[in-house]
């Protein structure tokens, strides 16, 4: 009777952990066009590194920019997510005018983002003025994660 139970609770406790270890590495399957039409205006960017925990998260690999309704500055950050689990970070866009100053405006607010295991998501942001024609983005760690 007790090995019974005993055999019983260790099969449950297997089912549960493979169900949740197979929750934890979902990831993603994309399409794209093997010979891609678009030709994309690549920014340089210089990476500062405060938080190693992020780097090894949150990888920057590739920025864009163009401009949309005739004069507001368009950014394209892609974001890898190099973890095998599903990661939780938030961002947000600072923007500069051409003299290097900050453009004060309350879309600037720190956004929560979904990172899928090995997935590579593009975070957009859109310059709320004109003068805006610079940027800054901020990524942390979401403190829930």
Same mark, same amino acid.
Request: some cysteine; glycine content about 4%.
């Given at each position: 009777?007790?090995?019974?139970?005993?055999?019983?609770?260790?099969?449950?406790?297997?089912?549960?952990?493979?169900?949740?270890?197979?929750?934890?590495? $979902?990831?993603?399957?994309? #399409?794209?066009?093997?010979?891609?039409?678009?030709?994309? &205006?690549? =920014?340089? +960017? @210089?990476?500062?590194?405060?938080?190693?925990?992020?780097?090894?998260?949150?990888?920057?690999?590739?920025?864009?920019?163009? $401009?949309?309704?005739?004069? #507001?500055?368009?950014?394209?950050?892609?974001?890898?997510? &190099?973890? =095998?689990? +599903? @990661?939780?970070?938030?961002?947000?866009?600072?923007?500069?005018?051409?003299?290097?100053?900050?453009?004060?405006?309350?879309?600037?607010?720190?956004?929560?983002?979904?990172?899928?295991?090995?997935?590579?998501?593009?975070?957009?942001?859109?310059?709320?003025?004109?003068?805006?024609?610079?940027?800054?983005?901020?990524?942390?760690?979401?403190?829930?994660?």
């Amino acid at each position: 009777m007790i090995a019974t139970k005993f055999h019983s609770l260790l099969s449950f406790s297997a089912a549960c952990g493979l169900a949740l270890s197979l929750a934890a590495c $979902t990831t993603t399957n994309t #399409l794209e066009r093997e010979h891609p039409t678009a030709v994309p &205006n690549n =920014v340089a +960017t @210089r990476y500062v590194q405060t938080d190693n925990d992020l780097s090894d998260i949150a990888q920057v690999v590739g920025v864009r920019q163009a $401009t949309v309704s005739g004069d #507001l500055l368009k950014v394209d950050v892609d974001i890898y997510n &190099n973890d =095998v689990n +599903t @990661r939780q970070i938030v961002y947000k866009f600072e923007w500069f005018d051409n003299q290097g100053m900050h453009v004060e405006t309350p879309l600037s607010t720190w956004l929560p983002k979904s990172l899928l295991a090995k997935e590579t998501v593009t975070l957009s942001a859109v310059a709320p003025m004109p003068k805006a024609k610079d940027f800054k983005l901020k990524l942390q760690i979401s403190k829930g994660d």
